[in-house]
Nanobody
């Protein structure tokens, strides 16, 4: 079965960095887009970034220039490098799988994602 496992979360001070990993299994990695979402307490899931199956990359405006998404096909793993973290970045971060191409992994929202990881907590203190 499809499995997505996030890791790399933790607690940091404002201005610090974390690198999240999403390890996938049970699917053909190159045929899918992988997205990163986050959910703060009392709020819904928000798309942060995604990388499409045809290698297009998208970021939400609040993270552009600070976060970098990348993938290693040989390891079936997607990464999110998070720099200059701010308290408003505090959330549970999820990776998710979408059977789409092009910008739909960013513009389509949660509706285009079929599978979700368990999430990893990121806490940023001021």
């Amino acid at each position: 079965e499809v499995q997505l496992v996030e890791s790399g979360g933790g607690s940091v001070q404002a201005g610090g960095s974390l690198r999240l990993s999403c390890a996938g299994s049970g699917f053909t990695f190159k045929d899918y887009a992988i997205g990163w979402f986050r959910q703060a307490p009392g709020k819904g899931r928000e798309v942060v970034s995604c990388i499409s199956s045809d290698e297009m990359i998208f970021y939400t405006d609040s993270t552009k220039g600070r976060f970098t998404i990348s993938k290693d096909g040989a390891k079936s793993t997607v990464y999110l490098q998070m720099n200059s973290l701010q308290p408003e970045d505090t959330a549970v971060y999820f990776c998710a799988l979408s059977p789409t191409w092009g910008p739909l992994c960013f513009s389509g929202g949660e509706e285009v994602y079929e599978h979700w990881g368990q999430g990893t907590q990121v806490t940023v203190s001021s």
